[in-house]
């Protein structure tokens, strides 16, 4: 009887979640597409080109509305039980809100699933795919390389480039700085161009100075071929203000094997919100459990339902400046993705507990 029971308040559960999900992100996509119609058609893109738009943005959107979805969409789900007396034959049957949440933690744990797969696997390569569109289908006065110099960390030592054309494909005025294990710096080399082909960067017009004890060494090329890892896909995502990274990538942001303009406090931020998010889940799960008990003799049901709203936006809020902090290195990234996490976590756990024993 039990298994049954399980299944049934799964289903209750997952069926109204999933649907205030769809209905979420349509409405963010919605929204989206108001603003972006009008340069893709001046673009000449047409209806396919807001399609393609629609799908380059799907993940983003999906992992934006899932956190309210599951706030919302549990309140709902609970408050059904409530207003038609289904939680008092439950409870009459001598199960504990505790065993309840216990039950429905399956449908939780799937859709923090799906959020990690989003953010780790969908949004990264959606974005770079993103960006690429949308430089290569501009207008082409409105395509210019861009301009002003930019510091990058590589594998390969600090790297100045004056400009980067629309695809990222084409540098110019290349400047990498080698240093040693002491941070002290050995050589300097630049080239006038360079090019992305077949998986590297053809330089042309090389000219390289080192230093070997207190001797400088200068020397210079026509061409030369650079193996590193940076790409244009790193390049793409460099000029974006926050870009969204897989956690490999991250991790060689981090280890400084790949490029990143960024402060290292943004990257492990990012790291962590790879599950600091999915965790997040659980906490909007527990917070919207007490709902079930909102349907009482004294009418207080209103109060219940306000302040589960009013503790989930906060947790998004707190989360979000928290995060703020931890990215611009103001706190540890540590501390900001752990606190509210713990805090409000601790707050659904109490308030269920308070509820069980009503």
């Known amino acids: 009887m039990t298994g049954t029971l399980a299944r049934y308040l799964l289903a209750r559960l997952g069926g109204t979640t999933l ?38 943005t799907l993940p983003a959107e999906l992992v934006l509305a899932l956190p309210l979805a599951v706030l919302v969409g549990s309140l709902l789900a609970f408050y059904a039980l409530a207003k038609n007396r289904e939680i008092v034959a439950i409870r009459a049957a001598g199960i504990s809100l505790r065993r309840v949440a216990v ?3 399956p449908l939780p744990l799937l859709l923090a699933c799906a959020q990690f797969v989003l953010l780790d696997r969908a949004m990264p390569p959606a974005e770079t795919a ?18 002003g110099k ?69 020397s210079a090329r026509a061409q030369q071929m650079w193996q590193t890892r940076l790409t244009p896909q790193d390049l793409l995502h460099i000029e974006t203000p926050q870009p969204h ?25 990012a790291l962590l919100k790879l599950f600091s998010q999915p965790a997040g889940l659980f906490v909007m799960f527990l917070l919207a459990v007490p709902a079930c008990r909102a349907i009482r003799r004294g009418g207080e049901g209103g109060g219940v339902l306000v302040a589960t709203l009013a503790l ?22 540590e501390l900001a993705a752990g606190v509210p996490l713990l805090a409000f976590l601790a707050v659904g756990i109490a308030r269920m507990a308070h509820a069980d024993r009503l």
Request: glycine share 10%.
């Open 103 to 105: 039950w429905l933690l």
């Open 150 to 218: 930019r510091w990058i960390r590589t594998d390969a030592g600090l790297v100045s480039i004056g400009t980067v054309s629309a695809d990222a494909r084409t540098l110019t005025d290349l400047r990498v700085y080698v240093r040693d294990t002491d941070g002290l710096m050995t050589a300097r080399w630049s080239a006038r161009i360079a090019q992305w082909n077949a998986g590297a960067w053809r330089l042309q017009d090389v000219r390289t100075f080192s230093l070997s004890g207190d001797r400088l060494e200068r």
């Open 312 to 333: 989930g936006l906060g947790f998004v809020l707190c989360s979000g400046l928290l995060a703020a902090m931890g990215s611009a290195g103001r706190i540890a990234p």
């Open 130 to 147: 993103m960006l690429a569109w949308w430089d290569a289908t501009a207008p082409q006065p409105e395509t210019p390389a861009r301009q």
């Open 19 to 56: 649907g205030v999900w769809v209905v979420l992100t349509a409405l963010l996509q919605v929204l989206d597409l108001l603003d972006a119609t009008t340069d893709i058609v001046q673009r000449g893109l047409g209806w396919r080109g807001v399609l393609h738009y629609a799908g380059l």
């Open 245 to 269: 990274l897989s956690g490999t990538a991250l991790l060689g942001v981090i280890a400084g094997q790949r490029a990143g303009s960024l402060p290292v406090s943004y990257y492990r931020m």
